[in-house]
């Protein structure tokens, strides 16, 4: 069984950092395509980063290219983002996912990801 747990969200000023961390446990980690989602209140689950394989690039939604920063570590089960110059539209709650390897065209449907955490809350807000 594969289990994530996201952990990091606060409240921050607008403009301001902050890093989320994402605690993979089960199954083979390294195989699995891993991914960060957003979801604010009332509208649909949206794709912010996903790496198919340690070694390969990654790849970002629009609204937070040049922005935001996915990792993912090599050996333990642990992937990362790091958000800067952070907005109020980036208010949301941040889910980590994990699934199969995946085509490039299918890394933002969230419906191609079998494992979900629960979720952390980051709020932009002066």
């Known amino acids: 069984q594969v289990q994530l747990s996201e952990s990091g969200g606060v409240l921050v000023p607008p403009g301001g950092s902050l890093s989320l961390s994402c605690q993979v446990s089960g199954g083979t980690f390294k195989t699995y395509t891993m991914a960060w989602f957003r979801q604010a209140p009332g509208k649909e689950r949206e794709f912010v980063a996903s790496?198919?394989?340690?070694?390969?690039?990654?790849y970002y939604g629009d609204t937070v290219k040049g922005r935001f920063t996915m990792s993912r570590g090599r050996t333990e089960g642990a992937v990362y983002l790091q958000m800067n110059s952070l907005r109020p539209g980036d208010t949301a709650v941040y889910y980590c996912?994990?699934?199969?390897?995946?085509?490039?065209?299918?890394?933002?449907?969230?419906?191609?990801?079998?494992?979900w955490g629960r979720g952390t809350h980051v709020s932009v807000s002066s």
């Open positions: 996912a994990a699934g199969p390897r995946l085509i490039i065209s299918a890394i933002g449907q969230p419906r191609m990801y079998h494992y």
């Open positions: 790496n198919r394989r340690v070694g390969e690039g990654t």
